[in-house]
């Protein structure tokens, strides 16, 4: 097991485009780190300069307290994994998988027994004389990761390895690669734009926006403690509601909405009053009928079928709102409904930067 440092890690591009503007990043061994955020926030470029496919135009990066900024490829000891499965067309699956063990001297009878015993963990041992044209990408995407699992690396780097897979088999590959990381304990930093997928995976969540690390921390963590509004968002489906108004003596008033409400005394921030931005999250969102005596009364706009559950956007004096209920809940587009929101589940952001408040 691994540990990774970053430090002041940068990369800018001739163009003038800033990639990554100085990452600090530290990952225990044996930790499973998922980089979360948008397309273009950075998270790709952070993990091909871990991989030494990209060189830091500032900023240093140590593998197990060995320098290796500079070191190319094969020089660090990592495992790989692309979103876009770059298997070698004419090698046959075992060829691929064999090919880092052949690469670092491994005997060949070595090298296809341990072929053998990851495909068989993979279910792919049927696969192995095929070649990669003649598969299917979720069958692509569990090829390449035997190959970079098949030997024990000090770091695995994956780059969405899941993203062009369905969602049965991305469920079942997510609970893989979780399991094989826990059972070897090998240092693992993925990148993913699927904040479920970051959920469910890791031991910390890293969410970048425009090439800076906004919050790094356990993911129940980043979702009940957003360090801003951009992670409140973005983290969550849907994401957390937004009221932009004014405290003043416990009470919550809107800009559309003069009455505003009382806010209980465990909800209200410790800085005090003044402008502020209440966040909620929709399950903290109560319904009711219009007749209740809730925060805001508002109209069903439109109704989303979640499954297990419904997300109903509810148009009020304090701008659209949205309430997560169970799929039986009553409620339905075009209902006048009341609207309760939970203390517990409150949140305060600077008005501002959109830090948010104790």
């Known amino acids: 097991m691994s540990r990774v440092e970053l430090t002041g890690v940068t990369k800018s591009y001739t163009a003038g485009t800033l990639a990554v503007d100085r990452v600090d990043l530290s990952i225990g061994s044996g930790e499973f ?51 876009f499965y770059a298997l070698y067309p004419h090698f046959t699956c075992a060829e691929n ?69 369905d969602a049965e088999r991305r469920a079942e590959l997510c609970e893989f690669i979780r399991e094989q990381q826990l059972s070897t304990g090998v240092t693992t930093l993925y990148v993913t734009h699927d904040q479920e997928e970051a959920m469910r995976l890791a031991d910390r969540v890293v969410v970048m926006s425009a090439g800076k690390i906004l919050q790094a921390a356990p993911p129940l963590e980043v979702y009940d403690q957003p360090a801003n509004r951009f992670v409140a968002h973005f983290v969550g489906s849907p994401g957390m509601n937004f ?29 005090g009053g003044g402008r502020l931005v209440l966040g909620i999250r929709p399950e903290f969102v109560k319904l009711g009928p219009a007749s209740d005596s809730g925060h805001v009364r508002g109209r069903i ?54 830090a948010s408040l104790p």
């Open 243 to 271: 009221v932009e108004g004014e405290l003043a003596g416990g009470r919550f008033r809107s800009g559309h909405y003069g009455e505003g409400f009382a806010c209980a005394p465990g909800s209200l921030p410790s800085g």
């Open 33 to 83: 780190v998922v980089l979360l955020g948008p397309s273009g926030c950075g998270k790709t470029t952070t993990l091909r300069m871990v991989a030494g496919l990209e060189l830091p135009s500032g900023g240093k990066i140590t593998i197990d307290g060995e320098d290796v900024t500079r070191k190319g490829p094969a020089e660090r000891d990592v495992g790989f994994v692309f979103q």
């Open 97 to 165: 998988i064999a090919f880092p063990l052949e690469c670092a001297g491994v005997e060949r009878r070595e090298r296809a027994e341990r072929v053998a015993r990851v495909a068989l963990r993979l279910g792919i041992l049927d696969l192995l004389p095929r070649r990669p044209r003649e598969l299917s990408g979720g069958d692509q995407q569990r090829v390449a990761l035997a190959r970079a699992m098949v030997r024990k690396p000090a770091v695995y780097l994956m780059d969405e390895p899941l993203g062009t897979l």
């Open 301 to 354: 706009v439109a109704d989303e079928d979640l499954g297990s559950s419904r997300a109903l956007h509810v148009d009020t004096p304090c701008g659209r709102l949205v309430a997560r209920v169970a799929a039986e809940s009553p409620g339905r587009r075009g209902d006048e409904v009341s609207l309760t929101l939970e203390a517990r589940g409150i949140r305060w952001f600077d008005p501002g930067d959109g």
